[in-house]
Structures are given as structure tokens and as C-alpha cells.
Antibody, heavy 122, light 107 residues
Framework: QVQLQESGPGLVKPSQTLSLTCTVS??????????WTWIRQPAGKGLEWIGR???????NYNPSLKSRVTISVDTSKNQFSLNLSSVTAADTAVYYC??????????????WGQGTTVTVSS | EIVLTQSPGTLSLSPGERATLSCRAG???????LAWYQHKPGQAPRLLIY???NRATGIPDRFSGSGSGTDFTLTISRLEPEDFAVYYC????????FGQGTKVEIK
């Protein structure tokens, strides 16, 4: 059974870079039937898609965050990572990593990490 | 970027009642790329429906999705106590996006 686990600092200072890693266990991140993605939820607000990566390394980002976001994949470690630069208090949120299953019938984020809370504060 | 608008914002219902949630896209989209999620506080979201009408693994058949073009619907035929949560539609387009959510609360 595939599991995802986020890791990284829970506190980041304003203007610094938020860095999170998602470790995939129970399956290969190199499987071409999946995208790997990051989503966040600020307190009291809805879900916001951040970006996604394919095993080939191709990426796509939320236009509102694109100038500050980098998502990368390390197939040797079965991990993918999120870097969000120049953070402000508005980036305080629960951050989730998820797997997107690609099928002929449709796409869906079918496996999620438990989420990790990141607070931006000095 | 295509905007998804969900309605109503909050749905107040009793267990056993039928819930009908709407998701409207700003322009016509392929139903292949429309999904629904359930989200409870303190938990990760859960995939309910993918491809607009296909139930994900392990999802009870009281959950169903329908629609095409710009209008999509999630229906919960008979609400169970564990179904009270926030529901999001999501689109896999040029840019992926979530609707703002519908909260289904106990009346």
C-alpha cells in the first residue's frame, strides 16, 4: 500500500524559503501512471493547488505562485520536494503532498500525506 | 485559468436526507478531468469521484457524480453521520484548481 509522508521545518522566517519533502513508500515514484503534487490549506480557507511534477521531471505550477515555486523529484530516494521562496505570513498553511492517479477514465488524487503545518513567523 | 464555483456554500441537512452539491466551471471542460473530494478537520482530503462520475476505490455507492460541460453535481443519496464534512470539486486543466468548497453540516 502506497503511503506518502511530508517532512520539513514547521517554522520559517519571513522572506526565507520554505522547503518540504514528500517521501513515497510502498511504490515507485518512477511509475508513469502518476503525477505527484503539492496542495495547501491556510487556516479557515479552502484547498489551494500549488504544483505538480511527473516522473520525467516536467512541472506545472499554480500561476499565482509560479514565480516562487519549484518542485523537484529525486527518483533515487523516492521523494519529491517543494521549495517556496520569499515566504510571508500568507504562506502559513497545512501543506499536503499527494499522488495523482492517471487513468483513461479520469484523474484523481488518490493517496495523500497526512499534512504538515508550516508557520511563517519571525 | 478556469474558475470552479461551488454552491451552496453551506448545506444544512439531517442524517438520512439527500445532499446535492453543485460545481460550475467558467467554461466547458472535459468530464475526464473533474474530481470530487471529502475533507474533514484534521484529516487529509479523500478522493470520492474521478472523471466526474467514477467512484474511487472503497467509496460507498450512496456517493454519485454526474454532469458535463460546465455543470457537475455530487449527490449523497442518504446522509450518514460520517458524511458531514466539506466537499471540493477539482479540475485538471492547463492549471489545476479547486472549487471553494461546500460545507455539509448537521441541521
Amino acid at each position: 500500500q502506497v503511503q506518502l509522508q511530508e517532512s520539513g521545518p514547521g517554522l520559517v522566517k519571513p522572506s526565507q524559503t520554505l522547503s518540504l519533502t514528500c517521501t513515497v513508500s510502498g511504490g515507485s515514484i518512477s511509475n508513469d501512471s502518476f503525477y505527484w503534487t503539492w496542495i495547501r490549506q491556510p487556516a479557515g480557507k479552502g484547498l489551494e493547488w500549488i504544483g505538480r511534477i511527473y516522473t520525467s521531471g516536467s512541472t506545472n505550477y499554480n500561476p499565482s505562485l509560479k514565480s516562487r515555486v519549484t518542485i523537484s523529484v529525486d527518483t533515487s530516494k523516492n521523494q519529491f520536494s517543494l521549495n517556496l521562496s520569499s515566504v510571508t505570513a500568507a504562506d502559513t498553511a497545512v501543506y499536503y503532498c499527494a499522488r495523482v492517479s492517471i487513468t483513461i477514465l479520469g484523474y484523481g488524487m488518490d493517496v495523500w500525506g497526512q499534512g504538515t503545518t508550516v508557520t511563517v513567523s519571525s | 485559468e478556469i474558475v470552479l464555483t461551488q454552491s451552496p456554500g453551506t448545506l444544512s441537512l439531517s442524517p438520512g436526507e439527500r445532499a446535492t452539491l453543485s460545481c460550475r466551471a467558467g467554461q466547458s471542460v472535459s468530464s475526464t478531468f473533474l474530481a470530487w473530494y471529502q475533507h474533514k478537520p484534521g484529516q487529509a482530503p479523500r478522493l470520492l469521484i474521478y472523471g466526474a462520475s467514477n467512484r474511487a476505490t472503497g467509496i460507498p455507492d450512496r456517493f454519485s457524480g454526474s454532469g458535463s460541460g460546465t455543470d457537475f453535481t455530487l449527490t449523497i443519496s442518504r446522509l450518514e453521520p460520517e458524511d458531514f464534512a466539506v466537499y471540493y470539486c477539482q479540475l485538471y486543466g492547463t492549471s489545476w484548481t479547486f472549487g471553494q468548497g461546500t460545507k455539509v453540516e448537521i441541521k
